[in-house]
């Protein structure tokens, strides 16, 4: 049920007036009902509290009320409080009738299986560790803000790196984000303009992200082409790649390859935007530098800006992010970040850098990365699946068109939702269709049950 408007309403009383206080408050809520601040059905103060707000009589108030009654601006039933008319049409149109949005579940619906890349998984936020991390943030003083991060985050991340991907960045170049889509937005503000090359296929979030920039798709559907670059090189002024885990498949790009596309880019003077996602996670046993690193250590003169998420490995509902840049570009993208402000909450800044002092985050990846073997292993004893094309941390189940959506609607019926295969194509010509999960964002017992479903509808069921 709605509360009643707060006394706080903005009603305003002239004493002076020579309209009598009555009529005043009558013409007040006609005029707060018709431009719509207030609401049909909601509940108006009662005369007792309105009158002491007001310091009116009550008597005044109730004459007001039988007065908007009689109009048919409020309705008083016996034992209820007087509200406004429900069936009166908004002024502002049915879209201002707000309501409240329904309270979110303490806990997400245990019968959904979410295996969309980039969702789904354990939430952190249950984690001991990271809630230790965000009550002592509560105490903490956070100090003087940074626009570009607090200090003590922007190191934490930096420790992160060397320790989990083995890159060395000076915490000074490390700017924070809400993720790698506001890290590529980062750079529209601050000034990049020109076309934007994007994978094709690639991950459909960042191009999204783009939609009001001038894109020119690259195919990379068998790698990264070097005839494709080729092409692009004279209309372009950056590009986005994602070298470690290109969606869908989630291949890596070879270190030779990397040095090629730098060249590439210095020869045509083109940006790169490195999305370097999941790499921390290092779910392979081998570790390629990163863009950023190579174009420093083999002195190519490529200019790379570097995007990185936390959103997968802790869940978006923390919006953290970072981006890692120097020289004149670095130094554009600071004074931006400067002048929007810091790109999420200080508070949660200091307990992302408590989480990561803790080892919060390093044990989080461990048992990731258990999962990961522990789905891999799933995937072996279920057996053939149609259409499975199985690279990196995904799978692909390649299908036809309608296949790929009568498969997503049974399934999500079932309570198990996956990402569209096709979704991650620009354009029209030569898009594949199916579907893709994340394998390891289930446990074992949870993925056995998804992939036998699967198996289920697309005809292909284990003996
Ligand atoms: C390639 C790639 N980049 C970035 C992200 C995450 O982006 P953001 O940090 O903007 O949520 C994802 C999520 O699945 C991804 O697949």
Redesign the pocket.
């Given at each position: 049920m709605p509360r009643a408007a707060g006394l706080s309403l903005p009603i305003e009383i002239d004493r002076d007036s020579a309209m009598p206080l009555p009529d005043q408050l009558v013409a007040e809520f006609r005029r707060l009902i018709s431009t719509g601040v207030l609401h049909p059905d909601e509940p108006v103060p009662s005369s007792r509290r309105m009158s002491a707000h007001l310091g009116i009589s009550r008597g005044t108030v109730e004459t007001a009320y039988a007065q908007l009654g009689v109009e048919g601006y409020l309705v008083s039933r016996e034992r209820s409080a007087t509200r406004v008319n429900p069936d009166l049409p908004t002024a502002l149109g049915e879209s201002s009738r707000r309501r409240p949005p329904p309270t979110p579940p303490r806990r997400p619906a245990r019968d959904v299986i979410d295996l969309r890349?980039?969702?789904g998984g354990d939430n952190p936020l249950r984690e001991p560790a990271f809630r230790r991390a965000w009550r002592d943030s509560l105490d903490t003083d956070p100090g003087p803000i940074d626009p570009l991060g607090q200090p003590g985050a922007r190191w934490a991340i930096a420790e992160h790196l060397r320790l989990l991907r083995g890159t060395k960045v000076d915490p000074e170049d490390i700017i924070l984000?809400?993720?790698?889509?506001?890290?590529v937005r980062l750079l529209f503000t601050a000034g990049l303009d020109g076309a934007i090359g994007i994978e094709n296929p690639?991950?459909p979030?960042?191009r999204q992200?783009m939609t009001d920039r001038r894109l020119v798709p690259f195919d990379v559907s068998a790698g990264l082409d070097e005839a494709e670059l080729e092409r692009i090189g004279p209309l372009v002024s950056a590009v986005v790649v994602?070298p470690n885990?290109?969606?869908p498949h989630g291949t890596t790009l070879p270190v030779d390859r990397r040095v090629r596309l730098l060249g590439w880019a210095a020869e045509n003077d083109v940006l790169v935007i490195e999305?370097d996602?999941?790499s921390e996670a290092r779910y392979r046993r081998t570790v390629v530098p990163t863009l950023y690193d190579l174009a420093v250590a083999l002195g190519i003169g490529a200019q790379v800006v570097h995007?990185g998420?936390?959103?997968?490995l802790l869940t978006?509902a923390v919006?953290t992010?970072y981006l890692i840049a120097h020289g004149p570009i670095g130094r554009r993208l600071a004074d931006t970040r400067t002048a929007l402000g810091p790109a999420f909450s200080p508070v949660m800044q200091t307990a992302l850098a408590s989480y990561l002092g803790s080892g919060g985050l390093r044990r989080r990846i461990s048992r990731g990365r258990r999962r990961l073997r522990a789905a891999e292993a799933v995937l072996a004893e279920v057996g053939p699946i149609r259409g499975l094309v199985h690279e990196g941390r995904t799978l692909v189940i390649e299908t036809d068109e309608a296949e790929a959506g009568r498969l997503r609607t049974e399934l999500a019926a079932k309570g198990i939702l996956v990402a569209s295969l096709a979704a991650g194509w620009s354009g029209d010509s030569d898009v594949r269709h199916g579907i893709v999960l994340a394998h390891s964002n289930a446990e074992a017992p949870v993925l056995r049950r998804a992939l036998r479903t699967v198996q289920e509808l697309t005809g292909q069921a284990a003996d």
């Open positions: 890349p980039g969702f984000t809400s993720g790698s889509r506001d890290g690639g991950f979030g960042l992200a994602t885990h290109q969606f999305d996602y999941d995007v998420t936390f959103s997968t978006s919006s992010g």
